[in-house]
Nanobody, 121 residues
């Protein structure tokens, strides 16, 4: 059993910052790529950023220069630092991770429950 739990969302004014966290727990064996996605009302879920176990990162063009993804492998946690927030960043932010468990060496993709980020004055 694997769980991903996000935290750190909230209401912030335009230009503000937030730091989202997502911790994986359970019967973990290995965690590979971790990432953040977001879904705005009426829109499809979209990729925000990903990070490999070795720290290689990838960002959506819309967030480059404002968002920073990082991870702490010892804590099985991925972070998303969001700066210079804009109203169009309002969305539910989801983390995901590609994980093998102690029960199965097949890589599975797991998702968190999401955390709401609202940017408004």
């Amino acid at each position: 059993q694997v769980q991903l739990v996000e935290s750190g969302g909230g209401l912030v004014q335009p230009g503000g910052s937030l730091r989202l966290s997502c911790k994986a727990s359970g019967s973990l064996f290995s965690i590979y790529v971790m990432g953040w996605y977001r879904q705005a009302p009426g829109e499809q879920r979209e990729l925000v950023a990903t990070i490999t176990g070795g720290g290689r990162t990838n960002y959506a063009d819309s967030v480059k220069g404002r968002f920073t993804i990082s991870r702490d492998n010892a804590r099985n946690t991925v972070y998303l630092q969001i700066d210079s927030l804009k109203p169009e960043d309002t969305a539910v932010y989801y983390c995901n991770a590609d994980i093998t468990t102690t029960a199965s060496k097949t890589v599975g993709r797991y998702w968190g429950q999401g955390t709401q980020v609202t940017v408004s004055s």
